[in-house]
């Protein structure tokens, strides 16, 4: 009688939930051909327990960044960027990237078959540009 009680909590969902990367925080700063000066932020995400389908996805990740971004914060740059990537043993809600040699270091940009979304801001646009990745979509 404990056997099927102990194999129906551990099918139990766990929740979504969302985790910044903070030190992988990045700002790029410069100036185009034509002289004027940019500001672009980029930001990275893991995402544990994703849900099932596209929309609960997009759902999570839209309710997640109106309540951790402001449009004061988007107009700071003249482009935020947020990635999103989904946990695995790769990207784990603790990821750091590593350096430990020559050929031996770890960066995010090496994970692109976890990513999930991306999503782009530019100065004074409200709505982001969401990019939802499929397994032949991805970046």
Avoid at 35 to 53: C, D, H, L, M, Q
Avoid at 94 to 122: L, M, N, Q
Wanted: aromatic share 12%.
């Amino acid at each position: 009688m404990v056997l099927p009680m102990i194999l129906f909590s551990s099918c139990k969902k766990q929740p979504t939930e969302v985790f910044p990367l903070r030190n992988l925080t990045s700002l790029e700063t410069g100036t185009t051909a034509s002289g004027e000066s940019y500001r672009i932020k980029n930001e990275y995400f893991v995402v544990a327990n994703p849900p099932g389908t596209r929309s609960e996805l997009e759902s999570v990740i839209e309710k997640y960044n109106k309540s951790t971004l402001s449009q004061d914060e988007i107009d700071k740059y003249s482009a935020t960027f947020r990635v999103f990537f989904k946990e695995t043993e790769f990207t784990p809600r603790d990821y750091a990237e590593s350096d430990k040699g020559y050929f031996e270091h770890d960066r995010i940009e090496s994970h692109a078959k976890d990513a999930i979304a991306r999503v782009k801001w530019t100065k004074g646009s409200v709505d982001g540009e969401y990019k939802f990745y499929s397994e032949d979509e991805l970046p």
